[in-house]
């Protein structure tokens, strides 16, 4: 089980082997599904600060077709790409 704080958007990668958790409007984790439970291999930290927009409401998360981009779109006027390569 994974525990989240807050209402996460969750999506798969193409492959169904990874998953990517996006909480509070600004992290995404991103776990690996076959060991989801040693947690995540990845942390992206304060993307809302990074793209300007502090306090961003995030509204989905999906990975690109390739798998190598995480796409979040928002409550506003932002969408951010993340190279999760």
């Given at each position: 089980m994974?525990a989240i704080?807050?209402?996460p958007?969750?999506a798969?990668?193409?492959?169904?082997?990874?998953?990517?958790?996006?909480t509070?409007?600004?992290?995404?984790?991103l776990?690996?599904?076959?060991?989801?439970d040693?947690?995540p291999?990845?942390?992206?930290?304060?993307?809302?600060?990074?793209?300007?927009?502090?306090?961003?409401?995030w509204?989905?998360?999906?990975f690109?077709?390739?798998?190598?981009?995480i796409?979040?779109?928002?409550?506003?006027?932002?969408?951010?790409?993340?190279?999760?390569?």
């Open positions: 994974v704080g807050t209402t958007c969750v798969f990668d193409p492959h169904g082997l990874i998953f990517a958790i996006a509070d409007g600004s992290t995404i984790r776990y690996d599904s076959t060991n989801f040693k947690g291999f990845e942390v992206f930290r304060n993307l809302d600060v990074a793209a300007g927009r502090p306090n961003l409401q509204t989905s998360v999906t690109s077709p390739n798998g190598a981009y796409l979040i779109t928002t409550d506003q006027d932002v969408v951010l790409v993340v190279d999760g390569a």
